[in-house]
């Protein structure tokens, strides 16, 4: 396989081709900013939307990866319209259409399969025997099953923090799970060390400040982009919002409409918002800051929120230029606020984790606006927490 | 709405017109034979496949309902290739393709959904405020989730074997869900009493012998024939391997291929088999007898089960009369061989319900023999009985 190289989103500067430490750009993280390194985008020239047939692998071409793909069947999920909101319609002002596009229907129930699908195709490509992830939950299920799919080795870092019916789904896949008690510091020079000495290849971010996860498997939440463009096919989507932590998701929907709007396959990028629960809202805070210089180096309290999945002390570069770019905003939800609307979803028959929740309460306050067409990302389902 | 009339599968007798009790032919349960009244099949004449989006609503002139659908993104679900037998391949016999439809990519995480989906949209249609469902699990979830969908109140009758994660969804979808403790018969008793007192419309059978479940719901699992034959295009599907228990997926996969294949849209119907686990078995030990006559009057002991969503001690007569009307069979699967199939599934990355499994490991013995292209049906996502 031949790896395209990798290049700084934001300064430019050439990763070291052809390596598997994913570690972002050194050069920005020297300024405390933390940045990925990234392949060019995809030529969606001549590319039939219609029959696109959904996924990372319904466009193989649009992926760094020219090995065979690891696939469990991700993507291709479902887009629900959601009721209109009564309050804003009794009150008589302009009610635009409400979506959730719901992730929780991909194969380990997250929108994670998508860049782990990948992933494990760019480690079988690159030779590794190991993948190695830290994560919460979502992150390390969806690894410990691609990983389990191509038949390499899974290690997972977590905290104690994660819930019972995840802890089981990664120990039922088989990856071996390693509960770590340390600082994220320490979690995080402990996998370096993994990565650079044993030569584990990383599916996650194992430095500080995060760059974001691994670009290639990145990638695959392209697809997420596609599957919008193919389902609203003709109409105009305003506004999608994507709950953001690192904004690995929120940048690769960034690309993918980037990519549709080259290819004229769209006529405009919709706005990108970033959903954040308030207790842990970088974006939203960085976004205060009139200047870009002073939005980059932005650095908040990272506080506990019933959003599990997310959570973060800085913005992802990528994240903020995918908001610059689309002339998008980022949007803070408060704990209570955020678990009304995950009973409120349940009362329309959807279960999500309260991390998607994060993203529909933040779209419920567009669509009383002058959005006419909102989707908010339901990252993950609900179901895995239900046991607890 | 306009209702079609109701006819007996079995005798043709048609039912009350109009009527919202479905308890299936009545001639028929006199003579012990549990059996539906069903809508006349559709004719999908002029249907272009490669443009059908997938789940029941993709194709709503082929379904008996002419009201709105109710809908939360049911349907259009992954198949999976599976890793081949590594024993079957060394011994140097014919190794066929096993592909896993995985059902747990439903909003719910169940076949169930497909049903639901249809069933409520009927329940509106006729005008119903509240539904009800008996079940063990998974059809009371998505009668749940699809009933708040739609605005109605769910009762969903349950017995103390449901899994924690399911009885937590249901609660969590704002059903009333009512524990039973006493038999089967009196359980049905309790259901046919609300149905015909208080107007609660069925979604579940809840009569003895059992005809299966409400006709208009069921037609929703037409829609898996649909999708097979859209994504397995131009290529035949030699078997399709169904768990079952009272067949109403198992039936619904049937007529929607013979749908199809009156419509010119498959050359020939795939064979179906029915999978069960050994300890409740009525299909295998049907087709054990010789003459249809003693089939149709089947009865076996009900035992307990790894595979909990399954087990029934008789067959319902439309699950025979598709395997008869395919050439098909019916096998059995052992609790040990299932859990070792449920193991063997995880090590590919993929967390099913125990029943699920039942049908895999049919079909694993499939495609050792002639057979060279089996799908397997995996039911449901074992995610929610992990926290247990």
Not at 12 to 22: D, K, Y
Not at 193 to 208: F, H, I, K, N, Q
Not at 346 to 365: D, N, Y
Request: glycine residues 12%; neutral net charge; charged residues 20%.
């Amino acid at each position: 396989m031949t790896s395209p190289v990798l290049h700084c989103l934001r300064c430019g500067r050439a990763a070291a081709a052809g390596g598997t430490r994913f570690d972002g750009c050194r050069a920005c993280a020297a300024e405390g900013i933390g940045v990925n390194t990234m392949p060019p985008l995809a030529d969606l020239g001549g590319v039939d939307l219609a029959a696109y047939r959904g996924g990372p692998w319904g466009l193989p071409a649009a992926l760094p990866v020219s090995g065979p793909p690891v696939t469990l069947g991700e993507g291709n999920t479902p887009v629900v319209r959601l009721r209109r909101d009564p309050e804003h319609a009794q009150e008589g002002r302009p009610v635009g259409e409400l979506w959730l596009k719901y992730e929780g229907g991909n194969p380990t129930g997250s929108h994670k399969d998508r860049a782990m699908a990948v992933g494990l195709a760019a480690a079988v490509a690159a030779g590794a025997d190991t993948v190695v992830a830290a994560s919460s939950g979502n992150a390390g299920a969806a690894a410990a099953a691609y990983a389990a799919r191509a038949g390499l080795r899974c290690v997972v870092f977590t905290n104690e923090a994660v819930p019972t019916g995840l802890r089981a789904q990664i120990d039922a896949l088989g990856a071996e799970r390693v509960v770590h008690r340390g600082t994220t510091a320490e979690r995080n020079a402990e996998m370096a060390r993994a990565v650079e000495e044993r030569g584990w290849y990383p599916l996650t971010s194992y430095s500080s400040p995060s760059p974001g996860g691994n670009p290639y498997a990145n990638e695959g939440y392209k697809s997420v982009a596609y599957e919008l463009a193919r389902d609203f096919s003709g109409r105009r989507i305003d506004t999608v919002v994507v709950p953001t932590s690192r904004a690995d998701l929120l940048a690769g929907i960034g690309r993918g409409f980037r990519e549709l709007t080259a290819a004229g396959l769209i006529a405009r990028e919709p706005r990108l918002v970033a959903a954040e629960p308030a207790a842990s809202a970088p974006y939203t805070a960085a976004l205060r800051h009139p200047d870009r210089a002073d939005q980059e180096r932005t650095r908040v309290a990272d506080g506990p929120t019933v959003a599990f999945s997310l959570g973060e002390e800085r913005p992802c570069w990528q994240g903020l230029d995918a908001l610059w770019r689309s002339s998008g905003t980022a949007m803070a939800v408060a704990d209570d606020a955020i678990m009304a609307e995950y009973r409120r979803l349940a009362t329309e028959g959807l279960i999500v984790e309260p991390s998607s929740a994060v993203g529909v309460a933040v779209a419920r306050e567009l669509v009383g606006g002058p959005d006419a067409l909102v989707v908010a990302i339901g990252t993950a389902t609900g179901m895995k927490g239900l046991g607890d």
